[in-house]
């Protein structure tokens, strides 16, 4: 399908909270790329979720990158709690949301370490993939590759086995996946293995 090394990225959200630490570890031996850490603050979102002590527990309990995508109104007074707390402190990423266009990276691509395309609107797990981002994937794709071929692609929200295949025919390398690997259906092993084949990595 395609030479690009995938990375899968699980996302606490859809955690068992309660086995943070566990769950968090068990995604790391089933081969996680990084940890995805959601940060809601009920204003740029319509959502609450988690800040800075859960990244800090969480650098205690696992040698993956941390990656926090901020969902929250003034992101700047946060960014050195975070690389305080241990998110990946080297990586500099922007997110776009689905009614934003690729258009916006081109005077900054060359600064990003990163491009995270929302497939969802963001704010909650567990919603369905919006197929509409599909061109806008396929847009930084090319912008990445003239620009910067070196900045990850990364996708989020509703990506599952049936989903994967097509952000990564679309050109993303980098998966983040929620209520596709923390659920009560299967374990975080099978879930990731099954995530993997679905694009074969
Ligand atoms: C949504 C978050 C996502 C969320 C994805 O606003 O940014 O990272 O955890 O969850 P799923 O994979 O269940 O759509
Ligand atoms: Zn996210």
Redesign the pocket.
């Known amino acids: 399908m395609t030479s690009r090394a995938i990375k899968l990225a699980p996302?606490?959200?859809?955690a068992d909270f309660a086995r943070l630490g566990d769950q968090v570890a068990e995604a790391e031996r089933a081969g996680a790329d990084r940890i995805?850490i959601?940060v809601?603050d009920g204003h740029f979102?319509p959502?609450l979720s988690m800040g800075a002590p859960i990244v800090e527990s969480l650098r205690r309990a696992t040698r993956l990158p941390l990656e926090a995508?901020l969902?929250i109104l003034n992101p700047d007074l946060f960014v050195d709690e975070f690389t305080q707390a241990g998110t990946d402190r080297k990586r500099v990423g922007v997110a776009i949301n689905p009614a934003t266009p690729a258009a916006v990276l081109e005077e900054i691509m060359q600064d990003l370490d990163q491009v995270l395309v929302?497939t969802?609107?963001?704010?909650?797990?567990?919603?369905h993939?919006l197929h509409t981002t599909l061109p806008k994937i396929r847009r930084a794709r090319q912008m990445i590759d003239q620009v910067k071929p070196e900045c990850g692609l990364e996708v989020?929200?509703?990506?599952?086995a049936t989903t994967a295949p097509l952000a990564v025919a679309a050109g993303a390398d980098v998966l983040?996946?929620?209520?596709?690997?923390f659920n009560e259906n299967e374990s975080v092993t099978c879930a990731m293995q099954r995530l993997r084949a679905a694009v074969q990595l």
């Open positions: 996302s606490i959200l859809a995805h959601d809601m979102v959502n995508h969902m929302m969802v609107n963001p704010g909650f797990g567990h919603q993939f989020d929200g509703g990506v599952d983040v996946a929620g209520s596709a690997i």
